[in-house]
């Protein structure tokens, strides 16, 4: 093989001319031949036997030309790539093959997206907003409550239903005097305010106690999805069969023990506050560190290849649905649930897949620029973990993640840590919210 002329088409879009050397294209007809006879059946011949002037006098002299040409083309096209100094992200694609005068005069032309040359405006002393951090009162007190209530006894009442009680109840809805769908249930468990229920309807059932019957009249919303009961008004027949109430305990030092690790309710308030303050520090921290690397990622300049979006939209797709096959369910439900087909989908995630791929060529190109080397026994020792974390042998690790892909993802974490190392917090603007909570979420 022999690269004729390459060509740039558009920013990383190449077209590449190949001429195959008659030689080779002989020795791969050849070889074609010999895989593919034992499945040739000609009459007066064995099969397998048939000789190759008879299987080409039948079937034209261009018989095994597409065989032999696919089992060029792999080395070839490394070939090619080598001599036309290019990095290829994707397959070639476009690929034609003038062979009507072979195996003397063959040519092949093809395209290939490759790597794009980026430019990195700044990557140390990135500057990124971060919130001061602090735990009022008020929060304390209110984690405080949260866990008075998972600690609260479950009382059974005997008396009339508050607000706030929990009712187990059978019912049955009715619009015209004719029960409907979806209006019926049993043992049904329902905390009275809670909201769950139509407008009106919890409402009426306080002040009532267990083995009461209770009618009750509500009126369904004008938005309800049921087009059938959308603004009509409608009749429940309920059923109470049980009043439970939550009884919290007392907040005082006993509680405090109760709990575990505290002795005094001081000590159980220094420690909630100790407790959100760590948690807001993450995730102050968390947020910062996103928009540094958002500044990092706006720093790239240069035009991304599709193939490399679209790949990474896929692994991000595929990712996805490997978690929620974890959890119970199928990618092709939520799909449906979500009234998206496959191909919206991956639309969907381009933008975020494009923010990827660009983070990621800013940590290569910063490992370029800072000429990062990973030492052998680093190496080895991120094949160790890798190999302990999912209870495998170093060998089979090496097997699934090559070398020059281990040594590129210690590099961008080098990358990654010096963009953090070198970063500057700035106070967030007075007008920005700074709810760092709310950020994270």
């Known amino acids: 093989m022999s690269l004729v002329n390459k060509t740039e088409l558009e920013t990383n879009l190449w077209q590449l001319e190949l001429a195959i050397v008659p030689e080779d294209f002989k020795k791969a007809v050849s070889a074609a031949y010999m895989k593919q006879r034992g499945k040739i059946s000609v009459p007066g011949f064995r099969k397998g036997k048939v000789p190759r002037p008879m299987i080409e006098k039948l079937y034209g002299k261009d018989a095994f030309y597409e065989s032999a040409l696919e089992e060029l083309l792999p080395d070839m096209l490394k070939a090619a790539y080598d001599a036309a100094e290019l990095k290829v992200v994707a397959p070639a694609f476009d690929l034609d093959a003038k062979l009507d005068n072979a195996p003397e005069d063959i040519t092949v032309t093809l395209k290939v997206w490759t790597h794009p040359e980026i430019e990195l405006a700044q990557y140390k002393e990135l500057e990124a907003e971060k919130a001061d951090i602090a735990v009022s009162q008020e929060e304390i007190d209110g984690e405080i409550e949260k866990r008075r209530e998972r600690n609260a006894r479950i009382m059974t009442v005997d008396g009339a239903a508050q607000d706030g009680d929990n009712v187990k109840i059978d019912f049955a809805g009715f619009l015209d005097d004719v029960a409907f769908d979806g209006g019926t249930a049993e043992d049904y468990s329902l905390t009275l305010g809670s909201g769950s229920f139509i407008p009106g309807f919890e409402e ?238």
């Open 204 to 441: 009426q059932l306080i002040g009532h106690s267990a083995c009461d019957d209770v009618e009750v009249n509500v009126t369904f919303p004008e938005e309800y999805h049921a087009d059938n009961l959308a603004g009509k008004p409608v009749l429940f027949k309920v059923k109470i069969n049980e009043v439970t109430r939550s009884e919290l305990p007392e907040l005082d030092d006993e509680f405090a023990k109760d709990l575990g690790d505290y002795e005094t309710l001081a000590e159980l308030r220094d420690g909630v506050e100790s407790e959100l303050l760590d948690e807001k520090k993450k995730s102050a921290e968390e947020n910062f560190y996103n928009k540094l690397f958002e500044k990092l990622i706006e720093n790239v300049k240069g035009e991304i290849p599709p193939p490399m979006i679209e790949d990474q939209a896929k692994a991000q797709v595929q990712e996805m649905s490997m978690n929620m096959e974890y959890q119970g369910m199928k990618f092709d439900q939520f799909l449906e649930m979500t009234g998206q087909s496959m191909e919206d989908y991956l639309e969907n995630q381009k933008p975020s897949a494009e923010r990827r791929v660009r983070f990621e060529l800013a940590l290569d190109k910063i490992a370029e620029l800072e000429e990062f080397e990973i030492p052998a026994e680093d190496l080895e020792a991120e094949y160790q973990k890798v190999a302990d974390e999912y209870h495998m042998s170093m060998e089979r690790v090496k097997e699934i993640i090559k070398e020059e892909s281990m040594n590129a993802s210690l590099k961008r974490e080098k990358a990654r840590q010096l963009v953090k190392d070198t970063a500057i917090s700035v106070p967030v603007k007075e007008d920005e919210d700074t709810d760092e909570t709310d950020e994270a979420e």
